[in-house]
């Protein structure tokens, strides 16, 4: 009889953790009635040491996966949201770059900015070195390397077993590159098939409006759904939708009604003086859009938008990133906007929603608290 990955992952590794129901808040829409639920979840593992945020989301059959970098302690963490189980893997990642993961039925597989591909499957999930993309021929000509930073991590639901996705940007370092012309475009995603071991790619990017225009809402958000490749950036309401089986794209119009000032492009220092600051300052201010999620439990997406903010509230004193107002968009499962709920907490940046059955979890910032070297990560639940 054949034993599955997944069988080993909640059986043999995983340790249960508690969940603890606090007070219900109810909030009404303009469609809807929502009844919010603060929720504290304790994982037994120590999220303070060396903890540098969550990596990707994974949705498959079995569940929702979370994958965290400890990378100064040369960890992995997969944590399985519904029954709030902790697998640890063994990974060497000093710079703490971008990895992209993926959860397949033989393992896990982890692509580095190196372009290396490991694989942990059988021998108590020791890693294999499987190939390194970059030496492919598609992409050694192709004057691309593998994008080593992306806050906040990409989601995937119901990938292929033999597909995995990974983005890629310009290397600078190639004097001569096939697409250095800040006016020619390059594609931005590959698609790696490991039963052909075959190398696609897809999108196109303008060069000159790749890096920093927005400065910090330039970061790009991603979602891998089967066969498709939707992806947004922070400062636009425009998602695109990439179909890798027929090569076609498509733009879909995704803005907040909250979206009613056009969201500015930051205006570069001529000296630099002050720059990060005044970029940050450009960053909390502006209107601004997170990452894209699917829930397949009701085939949902859902989306933060944070509207504009004054730089002095109505008392005359300067607002800070716990002042950001956070909307919750939620769209149907062509992408149409069905409606939108203003959230009762108030941060710059939410980083992660995990689809549930009955809705959709949101991890609260400000709100978790530390118990014998374990971090106790607080959620809103909205149903």
């Known amino acids: 009889m054949k ?11 995983f340790v249960r953790c508690s969940l603890e129901e606090k007070t219900s808040i109810q909030y009404d829409s303009s469609k809807y009635t929502y009844h919010f639920d603060t929720i504290y979840k304790r994982y037994n593992v120590d999220f303070t040491q060396n903890y540098t945020g969550g990596i990707d989301l994974h949705f498959i059959d079995s569940g929702t996966f979370i994958v965290y970098n400890f990378c100064g302690s040369n960890q992995l963490k997969i944590l399985l949201h519904e029954s709030d189980s902790v697998m640890e893997l063994s990974y ?6 971008k990895l992209f993961t993926s959860i397949k039925k033989d393992g896990v597989y982890v692509i580095s900015e190196k372009g290396e591909l490991w694989q942990y499957c059988k021998n108590n999930y020791k890693q294999e070195l499987l190939a390194n993309l970059m030496e492919d021929t598609v992409l050694k000509t192709s004057g691309l390397i593998i994008e080593e930073f992306k806050p906040g991590g990409d989601q995937y639901v119901r990938v292929p ?65 089967g066969d498709s490749i939707i992806t947004s ?4 309401g425009l998602i695109e939708v990439i179909d890798t089986k027929t090569h076609t794209e498509q733009i879909i119009n995704c803005k907040s009604r909250y979206d009613i000032d056009p969201i500015k492009k930051w205006i570069f220092v001529p000296d630099m003086k002050d720059a990060k600051n005044k970029k940050m ?5 502006s209107g601004s859009y997170e990452s894209l999620f699917y829930n397949p439990f009701n085939e949902r997406y859902y989306r933060i938008f944070h509207p504009k903010m004054d730089k002095l509230d109505k008392d005359g004193l300067y607002n800070t990133d716990s002042d950001k107002e956070c909307v919750l968009m939620i769209f149907d499962k062509s992408l149409k906007l069905i409606d939108e709920v203003l959230l009762p907490i108030k941060t710059i940046q939410v980083l992660k929603l ?26 809103l639940h909205i149903t």
């Open 233 to 236: 950036e922070g400062c636009s």
């Open 3 to 13: 034993i599955y990955f997944f069988f080993i992952f909640f059986v043999l590794l």
């Open 354 to 379: 995990i689809p549930s059955k009955n809705g959709v979890d949101i991890y609260l910032p400000e709100l978790f608290k530390t118990e014998n070297n374990q971090k106790i990560f607080s959620f």
């Open 281 to 285: 300052e450009h960053y909390l201010l």
């Open 161 to 225: 077993e033999n597909i995995l996705y990974f983005r890629l940007k310009q290397n600078y370092k190639i004097n001569d590159g096939k697409y250095s012309n800040k006016d020619s475009c390059f594609p931005i995603f590959a698609k790696y098939n490991l039963d052909n071991k075959k190398i696609e790619l897809f999108g196109k990017q303008p060069f000159f409006v790749t890096y920093n225009e927005y400065g910090f809402l330039s970061v790009k958000y991603d979602l891998y759904i």
């Open 92 to 97: 060497f990642n000093p710079n703490c770059k």
